[in-house]
């Protein structure tokens, strides 16, 4: 899918964040080749060193320039969009703090990641190209966090 090069950061850490839908979907499974411990140092290392700062950049920057320059926003999209930033982030902490092995959580949350990229590539993502002036979407790319597998 064609983005706007300004979402590029975006899109670029939305391809890692389905790697690790892949990962987590498979814990447990005979498609598994990790034990448990590592993934879950995959997953926080992915969560603290990209995934945080990746939902504020649309949190705090990306959604609102949306609500301010769209003539009719979707807002039930934004508003699941954030809901499902919330459940992702409660399933994080839940895996991180619980010392118990919980495969089906850790598959829920691979479930809900992919979902949840999908529906900001194919749904959200197009709805802001079209109504934010593309200077802003310029501004906007130049206050997201770069992400440390690509640097982009």
Same mark, same amino acid.
């Given at each position: ?11 670029h850490h939305h391809h890692h964040a389905l790697l690790m839908a892949v990962e987590?979907?498979?814990?447990? %499974? ?20 990209? @995934? ?7 949190? @705090?920057?990306?959604?609102? #320039?949306?609500? *301010? ?11 699941? *969009?954030?809901?499902?930033?919330? !459940? ?6 839940? #895996?991180? @703090?619980? !010392?118990? %092995?919980?495969?089906d959580k850790m598959q829920q949350l691979g479930n809900l990641l992919e979902k949840? *990229? ?8 197009? #709805?802001?190209? !079209?109504? *934010?002036?593309?200077?802003? #979407?310029? !501004? ?13």
């Amino acid at each position: 899918m064609k983005r706007h090069e300004a979402l590029n950061p975006l899109s670029h850490h939305h391809h890692h964040a389905l790697l690790m839908a892949v990962e987590m979907k498979k814990a447990g %499974t005979k498609d598994n080749k990790k034990k448990y411990k590592e993934l879950i140092r995959e997953l926080i290392d992915f969560w603290e060193g990209d @995934e945080e700062d990746h939902f504020r950049d649309e949190e @705090e920057t990306l959604y609102p #320039l949306y609500l *301010v320059h769209a003539e009719n926003a979707n807002t039930e999209l934004v508003k699941e *969009v954030l809901y499902q930033h919330a !459940q992702i982030r409660g399933l994080v902490h839940s #895996l991180r @703090e619980n !010392q118990q %092995t919980s495969y089906d959580k850790m598959q829920q949350l691979g479930n809900l990641l992919e979902k949840h *990229v999908r529906l900001e590539e194919r749904e959200l993502f197009p #709805l802001i190209e !079209q109504a *934010v002036p593309e200077k802003y #979407l310029y !501004q906007a790319n130049g206050k997201f966090h770069r992400d440390s597998y690509s640097g982009y």
